[in-house]
């Protein structure tokens, strides 16, 4: 397997909240929702850096296709890394998805490693770090 990923998909429960979180507080550009004409189709696609896609699906419309069955998630099942260029980006990250409405886990705060980080959720509970890395160029 080629160590490729090109879409990362998050179930929501609300896709119009989960999509105005995104696009509206965080700024992630998107052509809104598509195929609302296909049962379980309504899905938002996000433009991230690097060729990556954010797909924001239904989690009753994930089941669906999947053909597993809907089930309670916990947040600590997967965390999203977002690093930036420096502990004030850190910062200016976490004030806007706390104004966005997303939940404030951790504040940001000097981290083990020599870095600043800080941890949020989104409002599906969908775990974000928000991290300055001074080494991470290194570590690949």
Known sequence: MQPRITVLTLGVDDLER???FYRDGLGLPTQGIIGREFENGAVAFFKLAGGLRLALWPR???AADSGLPLRAVGALEHSLGHNVASQQEVDA???QAR????RIVKPAQSTFYGGYAGYFQDPDGHL???AFNPGL???G
């Open 128 to 130: 974000w770090e928000v």
């Open 137 to 139: 160029e290194s570590l």
């Open 18 to 20: 989960a999509v105005a």
């Open 60 to 62: 009753k419309s994930l």
């Open 93 to 95: 990250v976490m004030e």
């Open 99 to 102: 104004a966005a409405g997303a």
